[in-house]
Each structure stands twice: as structure tokens, then as C-alpha cells.
């Protein structure tokens, strides 16, 4: 199979949790969906897996299963709504993080076969800057941060940057403002980091757009549909649905930086460096 099909690899992080990091990533990945594009969605929190959960799926087997060799990638994929492909995490990081080089390459093929299936890969990482976070961000193509305006919030997401363009080089962010009260509201959150940001570190902070707070959203969890499905026109689906749009004219990089296994060997690279320093 060919390996050339461009892919767009975007991870969505918050820093803190309890942002609302989970079921944007979902939203945006079904509503890019929706407009007939291939859509893969890992969950990366691989400890409190939860995007099955979302949807009231029921995963049997993990990405663990894949490692073992008892089965193949394809094997664990869920369907999701509008032919979301969903991922489901593994139950912990240890054996993620130390990886044989068999089984790097093992995963690596795996993703690879998938790649001219899928349009776009969405990673939803764990909340925090743990090293399994962090490898994450550092494989991805673009990094989406999703802020609060809360003090923790801003905090977290600075500590994120920092140590991401610090020691990685990581320069561009992506920024969604959530649970804003107004537009006004949702420009004044990503001021707030922009200023921090600016004052102290060498990064460029892009201003994807906000979602407002909408009671919508819970109800959506609760009966485990996507919110951009259940309420099509509620306030934060609109939101999303303007962010996807975005989304879409993102520029998608060339090959090789395209390929689902540039992704992994970046990934598992990364999590190579993280344990030979420990």
C-alpha cells in the first residue's frame, strides 16, 4: 500500500484538566467528519480513556492488545458517528514508554497501513505535562490548547509552552477559549495568555476561536452523543462547527511530514529520549 496520502495530525491538550478538552476534540473530529472527510481519533489518555465512553462504546481491546501482537490496529478501531474511526487508549504508559524495537516497528506498520484512509488524526491527550503528554505534543504536526478563563487555566498552559518551546522548540500554539461567556469574553482569555506568553517566552500563539459556555454540552455527555449532532444549532455546536471550518484550511504538510508513521517514529522516538534520561 501506498504511503504518500497527506494526513494532518493535530493533538489537543489543556494543561489542566476539566477544561472541556475531551469532548472538543470529539466535536471538532465529528464535525470534520460530517464534511466527508477520513477522520481518526486516538485517545491518548491512557490511563482515564474516556472518548468510548463518550459515545457509549464498548472497546474489548486496546492499543496494549496491538503491542502484545493479539491482534492488529484495525482490529480495536470503534465506529463512530459519520465514520469516525476512534482508537481506544491502552490501560497505562509503562508499556508505552518502553517499547522493544520489534514492537516499535510493529506499531509503526500498523498506523501506516491505515494511512491512506484517514484525512486527519486527532490526538486527545491527558491533562498535566507528563512525559507521555509531551511526546505526544512533540509528534504532533499542530498543537490546539484549550484554556479557561481561570487562573489555574492560564497557569497550566503557560507551564506547558514553556517547558514544550524550551526544550523542545515547539514555537506555534493554537488557542480555543472554552466556556466563554461572550465573544468578548473568549478574546479576553486569550489575551491574558498572550501577554504571559509574550512577556516570557518565544513563542506565536494563534487564536482559533471560542466556544461558549452551553448547558448543551452536559446534556450531550449524558446521553452520549456528539454535542454537533444532538443540538446542531446550540450555541457551542455552531462554535465548533466555525472552528472545524478553520480547521480544515489548516495547511497540510508534504510528505514524509504527512504520513501517519512519521507521526509514530516522532512519538516513539520521543518516548526513547524521555526513558534513556530518566
Not at 234 to 262: C, D, H, L, M, T
Request: with cysteine; net charge positive; aromatic share 6%.
Amino acid at each position: 500500500m501506498s504511503n504518500s496520502h497527506p494526513i494532518k495530525v493535530i493533538a489537543v491538550t489543556g494543561g489542566k484538566g476539566g477544561v472541556g478538552k475531551s469532548s472538543i476534540t470529539l466535536n471538532l473530529a465529528v464535525a470534520i467528519a460530517d464534511k466527508n472527510r477520513k477522520v481518526l481519533l486516538l485517545d491518548a489518555d491512557l490511563g482515564l480513556a474516556n472518548i468510548d465512553v463518550m459515545l457509549g462504546l464498548k472497546a474489548p481491546r486496546n492499543l496494549t492488545h496491538v503491542l502484545e501482537g493479539q491482534c492488529r490496529l484495525e482490529d480495536i478501531l470503534l465506529e463512530g458517528p459519520s465514520g469516525l474511526k476512534i482508537v481506544p487508549a491502552s490501560s497505562g504508559t509503562q508499556k508505552m514508554s518502553q517499547l522493544s524495537l520489534a514492537e516499535n516497528a510493529g506499531i509503526i506498520q500498523s498506523f501506516s497501513e491505515l494511512s491512506d484512509n484517514v484525512d486527519y488524526l486527532f490526538i486527545d491527550t491527558a491533562a498535566g505535562i507528563s512525559d507521555n503528554v509531551l511526546s505526544f505534543l512533540q509528534a504532533s504536526q499542530d498543537i490546539v490548547l484549550v484554556v479557561c478563563d481561570e487562573p489555574t487555566s492560564i497557569a497550566d498552559s503557560y507551564a506547558l509552552m514553556k517547558i514544550l518551546s524550551q526544550k523542545f522548540n515547539r514555537k506555534r500554539f493554537r488557542v480555543i477559549a472554552n466556556m466563554a461567556h461572550s465573544p468578548a469574553d473568549g478574546k479576553r482569555v486569550f489575551s491574558k495568555i498572550t501577554k504571559v506568553a509574550d512577556k516570557f517566552l518565544d513563542v506565536s500563539l494563534d487564536f482559533v476561536g471560542m466556544i461558549p459556555f452551553d448547558d448543551n454540552i452536559r446534556k450531550a455527555i449524558k446521553k452520549q452523543k456528539p454535542l454537533v449532532h444532538l443540538t446542531p444549532r446550540s450555541p457551542a455546536s455552531v462554535a465548533i462547527k466555525n472552528i472545524s471550518n478553520k480547521v480544515i484550511n489548516w495547511r497540510v504538510p508534504n510528505v514524509p511530514q504527512g504520513n501517519i508513521e512519521f507521526f509514530m517514529e516522532r512519538l516513539l522516538n520521543n518516548k526513547k529520549m524521555t526513558v534513556e534520561n530518566i
